[in-house]
């Protein structure tokens, strides 16, 4: 009869217990191994992230210059891999990658409404320009209704003229502008019309102010 101590380990046990410790190594260095791994190809794909971010960033700053007017010198230059990049310093690159999208778009709008303010100061000088030759050219072509024959000055003051009529249609109290060259230097209203003279005097608004001068033609005044 063969007696057997509780403190002894069957041979056979041994062996599944070691067996047991060496696959549960194995799979725990597998793990490991494939956790590294998988780190490794999230870590390379930051990385080239982190370019393609770097690279995007650089044409954005440059288009921000150029639309504030501070064309850059040279284009920009493609980034480099980084060596490493922690997703710490990755997220600070997503956040400086929105700003400078919202700080190109602000800079768009900007120079969109400084363009359309200069198209429209454009387009108002051109109408103001359009307007003025419009009239100097109304000025020109207008009928002579008079020429002055003389000037009466006091103390340097015109205070009435005598006119040359050339149409029948000018009377007493007829509005008429003085012509010189196709502007208008003044005005004067007819005042007197007899068999001696056709005589009109400067309106205030001009009066002292103007020196009207002996061959002025005067018009109508045009509108």
């Known amino acids: ?21 060496t696959a549960a190594m194995l799979l725990a260095a597998l793990v490991l191994s494939y956790s590294a791994m998988r780190d490794g190809e999230v870590e390379d794909g930051r990385r080239q992230s982190a370019k393609e971010i770097l690279d995007e960033n650089a044409r ?3 288009e921000i210059d150029r639309l504030r007017g501070a064309q850059p010198a040279a284009a920009p230059q493609p980034a480099e891999i980084p060596d490493s990049m922690p997703s710490e310093k990755f997220a600070e690159l997503e956040e400086e990658n929105k700003r400078l999208k919202e700080a190109k778009e602000e800079a768009e709008l900007k120079r969109k ?35 002055v024959k003389e000037v009466a000055m006091d103390k340097g003051v015109v205070q009435f003229v005598i006119l040359d009529v050339k149409q029948n249609n000018v009377r007493e109290g007829t509005r008429l502008a003085i012509r010189r060259n196709t502007g208008i230097v003044g005005e004067v209203v007819v005042t007197r019309m007899d068999a001696e003279a056709t005589v009109a005097d400067p309106l205030p608004n001009v009066e002292g102010k103007i020196e009207v001068q002996k061959g002025d033609e005067l018009i109508i005044p045009p509108l």
């Open 60 to 62: 954005l700053q440059a």
């Open 113 to 147: 409404q400084a363009e359309e303010e200069t198209l429209a100061m454009n387009e108002r000088q051109s109408g103001q320009h359009d307007k003025a030759a419009r009239r100097a050219r109304l000025i020109g072509q207008a009928m002579l209704m008079a020429q």
């Open 1 to 21: 009869m063969k007696i057997r101590f509780l403190g002894q380990i069957p041979a056979m046990n041994i062996t599944q217990i070691l067996l047991g410790s």
